[in-house]
């Protein structure tokens, strides 16, 4: 018997690995809450928000990737910083998607010895940033 928890994409059905044990939420996806995202006149009208629709409807880590790439306008604001999810491995393990985020821990900031941040690029590279001591005194 196997120790992996999954849990079914509602965008393309296929079953995916779960975040965490009883949750049924995709590993690395997207969580949309119906009741948060229409508006009266909007593209769908739930005002006001129904009480039997309480489940959202969430998206696993391809259907996400393929969504933020779809609308990259909404992925900018969604992931101002550029990093949605970590990766399980470390650096410099490869990334798994332009979203995703890890750690280099043997390259530490100079100045105050945090951990390195590196962000996926759209070339599928790791981008090492500025720590955020260094961004706070410029």
Known sequence: MSDTITTICDNCE?????????VD???NGLYFS????GYYAGFFDNFPPDE???????????CAVNFMTALPG???RLLP???GHP???????????PWAWTWDEEAPCPECGAV?????????????QKCRCLRLSN
Do not use: Q
């Open 14 to 22: 296929r079953e995916v690995k779960s975040v965490y044990m009883g």
């Open 34 to 37: 119906p009741n948060s995202m």
């Open 87 to 97: 990766i399980s491995g470390h650096y410099p393990d490869p990334p798994c998607c």
């Open 74 to 76: 909404l992925a900018k």
């Open 116 to 128: 390195t941040t590196c962000l996926a690029n759209h070339d599928m590279m790791w981008e090492r």
């Open 52 to 62: 039997e629709d309480k489940d959202g409807y969430s998206i696993c880590h391809e």
């Open 81 to 83: 910083f550029g990093g």
């Open 25 to 27: 939420l995709p590993d």
